[in-house]
Protein backbone atom coordinates (compact mmCIF):
# COMPACT_ATOMS: atom_id res chain seq x y z
CA UNK A 1 0.00 0.00 0.00
CA UNK A 2 0.77 3.49 0.11
CA UNK A 3 1.95 4.26 -3.93
CA UNK A 4 3.62 7.00 -5.15
CA UNK A 5 4.26 7.12 -8.88
CA UNK A 6 6.47 9.77 -10.56
CA UNK A 7 6.65 10.20 -14.02
CA UNK A 8 8.71 10.53 -16.08
CA UNK A 9 11.72 8.98 -14.11
CA UNK A 10 14.30 11.05 -16.21
CA UNK A 11 13.99 13.81 -18.81
CA UNK A 12 16.75 15.48 -20.91
CA UNK A 13 15.76 18.59 -22.37
CA UNK A 14 17.24 21.84 -24.21
CA UNK A 15 17.68 25.06 -22.06
CA UNK A 16 14.75 26.99 -22.10
CA UNK A 17 11.83 24.25 -22.39
CA UNK A 18 9.27 23.91 -19.79
CA UNK A 19 9.28 20.27 -18.12
CA UNK A 20 6.28 18.52 -16.28
CA UNK A 21 6.47 16.47 -13.70
CA UNK A 22 3.64 14.14 -12.34
CA UNK A 23 3.11 12.96 -8.89
CA UNK A 24 0.12 10.62 -8.13
CA UNK A 25 -1.29 8.66 -5.23
CA UNK A 26 -2.09 5.15 -6.62
CA UNK A 27 -3.84 3.59 -3.71
CA UNK A 28 -4.83 6.50 -1.41
CA UNK A 29 -6.42 10.10 -1.47
CA UNK A 30 -3.70 13.31 -0.54
CA UNK A 31 -4.98 16.18 -0.03
CA UNK A 32 -1.35 17.44 0.31
CA UNK A 33 1.54 16.58 -1.69
CA UNK A 34 5.56 17.64 -0.89
CA UNK A 35 7.83 18.84 -3.60
CA UNK A 36 11.75 18.62 -3.07
CA UNK A 37 14.64 18.87 -4.58
CA UNK A 38 18.00 17.10 -4.28
CA UNK A 39 21.70 18.27 -5.82
CA UNK A 40 24.27 15.79 -5.78
CA UNK A 41 25.95 14.96 -2.26
CA UNK A 42 22.67 17.16 -0.96
CA UNK A 43 19.93 15.99 0.93
CA UNK A 44 16.41 16.89 -0.05
CA UNK A 45 15.15 20.54 -0.02
CA UNK A 46 11.72 21.45 0.34
CA UNK A 47 10.53 23.32 -2.15
CA UNK A 48 6.96 23.56 -1.86
CA UNK A 49 3.88 22.40 -0.20
CA UNK A 50 0.94 21.07 -2.65
CA UNK A 51 -2.66 21.58 -1.62
CA UNK A 52 -5.50 19.81 -3.38
CA UNK A 53 -7.92 22.70 -4.51
CA UNK A 54 -5.70 25.15 -3.44
CA UNK A 55 -2.37 27.44 -3.74
CA UNK A 56 0.77 25.80 -3.23
CA UNK A 57 2.85 26.66 -0.38
CA UNK A 58 6.22 27.62 -1.40
CA UNK A 59 9.83 27.74 1.02
CA UNK A 60 11.44 30.88 1.26
CA UNK A 61 13.66 31.58 -2.03
CA UNK A 62 11.56 29.05 -4.57
CA UNK A 63 10.42 31.23 -7.21
CA UNK A 64 6.80 30.25 -7.46
CA UNK A 65 6.48 31.61 -10.97
CA UNK A 66 9.23 29.59 -12.12
CA UNK A 67 7.76 26.24 -10.51
CA UNK A 68 4.46 26.26 -11.02
CA UNK A 69 2.54 23.62 -9.36
CA UNK A 70 -1.20 22.16 -9.76
CA UNK A 71 -2.93 19.93 -7.53
CA UNK A 72 -6.37 19.27 -9.26
CA UNK A 73 -7.13 16.36 -7.40
CA UNK A 74 -6.83 14.34 -4.73
CA UNK A 75 -4.19 11.57 -6.47
CA UNK A 76 -2.72 14.35 -8.54
CA UNK A 77 0.25 17.19 -7.90
CA UNK A 78 2.13 18.23 -10.84
CA UNK A 79 5.28 20.53 -11.25
CA UNK A 80 6.50 22.40 -14.46
CA UNK A 81 10.01 23.94 -14.54
CA UNK A 82 9.18 26.68 -16.45
CA UNK A 83 11.87 27.85 -19.13
CA UNK A 84 13.93 25.79 -17.33
CA UNK A 85 17.62 26.59 -17.36
CA UNK A 86 21.46 23.99 -16.42
CA UNK A 87 21.31 25.22 -13.18
CA UNK A 88 17.56 23.86 -12.15
CA UNK A 89 19.25 20.24 -13.20
CA UNK A 90 18.56 18.31 -10.34
CA UNK A 91 16.36 15.16 -9.08
CA UNK A 92 12.88 16.50 -8.02
CA UNK A 93 10.89 14.06 -5.61
CA UNK A 94 7.47 13.99 -4.47
CA UNK A 95 5.63 12.68 -1.35
CA UNK A 96 2.14 12.33 -0.25
CA UNK A 97 0.61 11.79 2.97
CA UNK A 98 -2.66 9.70 3.24
CA UNK A 99 -5.37 11.65 4.08
CA UNK A 100 -7.34 9.32 6.05
CA UNK A 101 -3.97 9.28 8.01
CA UNK A 102 -2.92 12.47 8.17
CA UNK A 103 -1.88 12.71 11.64
CA UNK A 104 1.73 13.88 12.90
CA UNK A 105 3.11 10.65 13.05
CA UNK A 106 2.60 9.43 9.99
CA UNK A 107 5.26 9.03 7.34
CA UNK A 108 5.49 10.61 3.88
CA UNK A 109 5.34 8.17 1.10
CA UNK A 110 7.82 9.21 -1.69
CA UNK A 111 8.20 8.98 -5.48
CA UNK A 112 10.46 7.31 -7.35
CA UNK A 113 11.77 10.70 -8.34
CA UNK A 114 12.62 12.33 -11.77
CA UNK A 115 16.12 13.57 -12.47
CA UNK A 116 15.76 16.56 -14.72
CA UNK A 117 19.33 17.34 -16.95
CA UNK A 118 19.04 20.86 -18.88
CA UNK A 119 21.71 21.09 -21.69
CA UNK B 1 22.89 25.95 13.91
CA UNK B 2 21.59 23.93 11.27
CA UNK B 3 17.59 22.55 11.97
CA UNK B 4 18.64 18.75 12.11
CA UNK B 5 22.13 17.44 12.12
CA UNK B 6 23.88 14.18 11.70
CA UNK B 7 27.13 12.58 12.40
CA UNK B 8 29.23 13.48 8.92
CA UNK B 9 30.24 10.18 8.44
CA UNK B 10 30.95 8.57 6.42
CA UNK B 11 30.85 5.69 8.50
CA UNK B 12 32.29 2.16 7.75
CA UNK B 13 31.79 -0.75 9.63
CA UNK B 14 32.16 -4.69 8.92
CA UNK B 15 29.81 -6.58 8.34
CA UNK B 16 27.90 -8.22 11.16
CA UNK B 17 28.85 -5.30 13.20
CA UNK B 18 26.16 -2.52 14.66
CA UNK B 19 26.27 0.43 12.94
CA UNK B 20 24.93 3.68 15.06
CA UNK B 21 23.49 7.06 13.20
CA UNK B 22 22.69 9.99 15.44
CA UNK B 23 20.71 12.83 14.61
CA UNK B 24 19.99 16.08 16.70
CA UNK B 25 17.14 18.68 15.88
CA UNK B 26 17.29 22.70 17.13
CA UNK B 27 13.64 22.83 17.54
CA UNK B 28 12.10 21.74 21.15
CA UNK B 29 8.76 21.35 19.98
CA UNK B 30 9.30 18.96 17.14
CA UNK B 31 7.35 16.33 17.39
CA UNK B 32 8.09 12.82 15.57
CA UNK B 33 10.91 12.06 14.12
CA UNK B 34 11.76 9.68 10.79
CA UNK B 35 14.72 7.82 9.22
CA UNK B 36 15.04 7.10 5.49
CA UNK B 37 17.88 5.11 3.89
CA UNK B 38 18.64 6.48 0.30
CA UNK B 39 20.53 4.26 -2.31
CA UNK B 40 22.18 6.14 -5.16
CA UNK B 41 19.84 7.86 -7.60
CA UNK B 42 16.97 6.71 -5.99
CA UNK B 43 14.90 8.12 -3.55
CA UNK B 44 14.47 7.89 0.20
CA UNK B 45 12.50 4.62 1.48
CA UNK B 46 10.96 4.53 5.12
CA UNK B 47 12.74 2.77 7.48
CA UNK B 48 11.15 3.76 10.93
CA UNK B 49 9.90 6.37 12.77
CA UNK B 50 8.91 7.60 16.36
CA UNK B 51 7.28 10.24 18.48
CA UNK B 52 7.92 8.87 22.62
CA UNK B 53 10.56 8.85 24.46
CA UNK B 54 12.52 5.60 24.48
CA UNK B 55 13.45 3.15 22.04
CA UNK B 56 11.66 1.37 19.00
CA UNK B 57 12.30 -1.79 17.55
CA UNK B 58 11.82 -3.23 14.05
CA UNK B 59 13.55 -6.41 12.99
CA UNK B 60 17.04 -5.56 13.01
CA UNK B 61 16.36 -1.53 13.40
CA UNK B 62 16.05 0.41 16.49
CA UNK B 63 15.43 4.23 16.82
CA UNK B 64 16.32 5.67 20.31
CA UNK B 65 14.56 9.33 20.90
CA UNK B 66 15.56 11.65 23.53
CA UNK B 67 13.83 14.75 23.67
CA UNK B 68 15.27 16.46 26.49
CA UNK B 69 18.37 16.06 24.67
CA UNK B 70 16.70 16.50 21.52
CA UNK B 71 18.60 13.78 19.99
CA UNK B 72 17.78 10.76 17.59
CA UNK B 73 19.48 7.92 16.86
CA UNK B 74 19.15 4.91 14.37
CA UNK B 75 20.47 1.36 15.28
CA UNK B 76 21.29 -1.42 13.04
CA UNK B 77 22.28 -4.57 14.21
CA UNK B 78 23.71 -6.83 12.09
CA UNK B 79 25.04 -4.68 9.49
CA UNK B 80 24.66 -6.49 6.13
CA UNK B 81 26.67 -5.06 2.62
CA UNK B 82 23.29 -4.11 1.70
CA UNK B 83 22.63 -1.50 4.31
CA UNK B 84 24.97 0.39 2.74
CA UNK B 85 23.43 3.77 1.76
CA UNK B 86 22.74 7.23 2.46
CA UNK B 87 20.43 7.18 5.99
CA UNK B 88 18.69 10.57 6.15
CA UNK B 89 17.21 11.68 9.30
CA UNK B 90 14.23 13.70 8.94
CA UNK B 91 12.60 16.13 11.44
CA UNK B 92 8.47 17.39 11.69
CA UNK B 93 7.93 20.02 13.98
CA UNK B 94 4.40 20.25 13.95
CA UNK B 95 2.74 23.74 14.81
CA UNK B 96 2.13 25.92 11.76
CA UNK B 97 4.93 23.50 9.91
CA UNK B 98 2.31 20.69 10.39
CA UNK B 99 3.20 17.76 7.73
CA UNK B 100 6.47 19.27 6.45
CA UNK B 101 10.05 16.99 7.30
CA UNK B 102 12.86 18.70 7.63
CA UNK B 103 16.35 16.58 6.41
CA UNK B 104 19.47 16.12 7.84
CA UNK B 105 22.57 16.22 5.61
CA UNK B 106 22.62 12.28 5.59
CA UNK B 107 25.17 9.91 6.61
CA UNK B 108 26.97 7.43 4.53
CA UNK B 109 27.26 3.97 5.61
CA UNK B 110 29.19 1.72 4.14
CA UNK B 111 28.98 -1.84 5.92
CA UNK B 112 32.11 -3.64 4.29
CA UNK B 113 32.19 -7.92 3.80
Known amino acids: GAVVSQHPSWVICKSGTSVKIECRSL??????MFWYRQFPKQSLMLMAT?????????EQGVEKDKFLINHASLTLSTLTVTSAHPEDSSFYIC???????????????FGDGTRLSIL | QKEVEQNSGPLSVPEGAIASLNCTYS??????FFWYRQYSGKSPELIMF????GDKEDGRFTAQLNKASQYVSLLIRDSQPSDSATYLC?????????????FGQGTILTVHP
Open chain 2, 27 to 32: DRGSQS
Open chain 1, 50 to 58: SNEGSKATY
Open chain 2, 50 to 53: IYSN
Open chain 1, 27 to 32: DFQATT
Open chain 1, 95 to 109: SARDRWRDRLNQPQH
Open chain 2, 90 to 102: AVNKGGTSYGKLT
